[in-house]
């Protein structure tokens, strides 16, 4: 069935390192993949998607690339913020039928001044 | 502008006692709607989701059971909690054609 598997953490970078976490996924078909941040005691915000093969998400300087050959869809960004500090979840879904949207088990990122 | 509400914010129950968790979406129509649990230090893990009223999967065994009776109101219930029920609460809704979900604020649930 469908499954997402991302980089365990925790992660803890120094500010402005350069940051990747690893998201694959397993799923027949063409899904759509995400990533969503949880600052805490919060629920989930959307940060970036992509709904096709290729495609790049970014958004507040975090880029996520659409690799259907590598069934990945890794989050990067080239200089991190203190206020970056949360847990990143990567998920997928598919537009049609019953749409289930299923979700890695969370990266917890620290990012120190 | 759509608007998802999730209450209560926390909640402090012994073991067992009953459980309702109420979400309620505004300014859509026919959402698909999900529980997700968060136990502490893990992922998200899907409980329930549901593609209209009364049509409503249930992911993993286990001491919950959701409710829709109204097509945007989505109600997680426990007839008798367990200590292994605590996290945190997760409601989401998503548009059928649209992947992306929308959250709620979550509930932090502490059965004791």
């Known amino acids: 069935g469908d499954s997402v598997t991302q980089m365990e953490g925790p992660v803890t970078l120094s500010e402005e390192a350069f940051l990747t976490i690893n998201c694959t996924y397993t799923?027949?078909?063409?899904?759509?993949l995400f990533w969503y941040v949880q600052y805490p005691g919060e629920g989930l915000q959307l940060l970036l998607k992509?709904?096709?093969?290729?495609d790049k998400g970014s958004n507040k300087g975090f880029e996520a690339t659409y690799r259907k050959e590598t069934t990945s869809f890794h989050l990067e960004k080239g200089s991190v913020q203190v206020s970056d500090s949360a847990v990143y979840f990567c998920?997928?879904?598919?537009?049609?039928?019953?749409?289930?949207?299923?979700f890695g088990q969370g990266t917890r990122l620290t990012i120190n001044p | 502008s759509q608007t998802i509400h999730q209450w209560p914010a926390t909640l402090v129950q012994p073991v067992g006692s009953p459980l309702s968790l109420e979400c309620t979406v505004e300014?859509?129509?026919?959402?698909?709607l999900y529980w997700y649990r968060q136990a502490a230090g893990r992922g998200l893990q899907l409980l329930f989701y549901?593609?209209?009223?009364?049509?409503i999967s249930s992911e993993v065994p286990q001491n919950l059971s959701a409710s829709r009776p109204q097509d945007r109101q989505f109600i997680l219930s426990s007839k008798k909690l367990l200590l292994s029920d605590s996290g945190f609460y997760l409601c989401?809704?998503?548009?059928?054609?649209?992947?992306?979900?929308?959250f709620g604020q979550g509930t932090r649930l502490t059965v004791v």
């Open positions: 998920g997928m879904g598919r537009p049609q039928g019953a749409q289930k949207l299923v």
């Open positions: 549901s593609i209209g009223i009364d049509q």
């Open positions: 989401a809704w998503s548009t059928p054609m649209n992947t992306e979900a929308f």
């Open positions: 300014g859509t129509s026919n959402p698909n």
């Open positions: 799923a027949t078909g063409y899904p759509s």
């Open positions: 992509a709904t096709k093969a290729d």
